[in-house]
């Protein structure tokens, strides 16, 4: 196969990458009607229905996008999207996910913030949509994990957890950071930006400080290591962890004040807790890759 990218300008490949995105989406919504007209699941509030959307929205918007720009750009798509071993890869895994519980103070402070944001007055019909893009969103997310039988559990697994991290991390990561970073010579600054793309994509608005501190936990993990499994098994790991405790303790009260805390000072404390701490976990983080990095060579 022809590689049409393997000279091209790192900024191309960022424009193609969002053109066959925008084509996915079309393509979705197309492909979403016509099977859930053939399927009978033309009720959006049906569990199939909403995981038919979700199943082709990763794969047409995110996965296919990505692997099609890896395809195009490197004899080895899988090297180009950084999927290598690491003899350090299990101990690299096991501190992102480590990374991932203490940072969840702080995850919980942002996103009780981020609940009581409001928009100036002027701008109310604004403020009605992105209410109403989160309650619908919020409601889809509610009848994927009220399945509570044991084939809802792991189809939850497999399509939100599993299939979501790999297809948005290699969009995201894989293709959409390491391209800006070579086009703008600044790992931090590929970051920050892909983390605010992959915010602002989920259209939760509600949950967009939140969601861009974990693009930035996420893209952090995929820079000092340069692979990409690790931001996925963490993607996978923070994905999973709401499934799996929602199906098992989701009646309880302390999950219920856990997925949605009281804005408290306790909560605060422990959010700038977590917060220092994740700065030292990262800086044990980097020192661990880059010397396994150093050692590989």
Do not use: C
Request: charged content about 10%; aromatic content about 16%; overall charge positive.
């Amino acid at each position: 196969m022809q590689r049409i990218f393997a000279h091209t300008l790192d900024r191309s490949r960022i424009f193609y990458l969002f053109l066959f995105l925008i084509v996915g989406l079309f393509l979705s919504g197309s492909l979403m009607e016509m099977l859930s007209g053939a399927l009978g699941w033309t009720d959006a509030a049906n569990v199939w229905y909403i995981r038919l959307s979700v199943f082709l929205q990763g794969l047409l918007m995110f996965f296919f996008p990505a692997f099609t720009i890896a395809v195009w750009s490197d004899d080895k798509p899988l090297h180009f999207l950084s999927l290598r071993k690491r003899n350090d890869l299990f101990l690299l895994m096991m501190l992102a996910i480590i990374i991932f519980i203490v940072s969840s103070p702080m995850i919980s402070l942002l996103t009780q913030w981020n609940k009581q944001m409001m928009l100036p007055g002027f701008m109310s019909s604004v403020e009605d949509w992105m209410r109403n893009t989160e309650d619908a969103a919020a409601q889809s997310t509610g009848i994927l994990l009220g399945d509570r039988t044991t084939f809802g559990f792991f189809a939850n697994l497999l399509l939100i957890a599993a299939f979501t991290a790999v297809s948005e991390e290699f969009f995201f990561r894989g293709v959409l950071q390491r391209s800006l970073e070579g086009m703008m010579k600044n790992g931090h600054a590929a970051v920050w930006v892909a983390a605010f793309v992959f915010s602002v994509l989920h259209l939760q608005f509600y949950g967009f400080l939140p969601r861009l501190a974990l693009g930035v936990i996420l893209g952090y993990l995929f820079l000092y290591s340069r692979n990409l499994w690790v931001p996925v098994i963490a993607h996978f790991f923070n994905n999973a962890t709401v499934i799996v405790t929602t199906y098992f303790w989701g009646d309880t009260l302390f999950v219920k004040q856990m997925n949605n805390p009281q804005l408290s000072f306790t909560l605060s404390v422990y959010a700038v807790a977590g917060a220092a701490a994740l700065v030292l976990l990262f800086m044990y983080y980097k020192r661990v890759a880059s010397r396994a990095a150093t050692s590989e060579k």
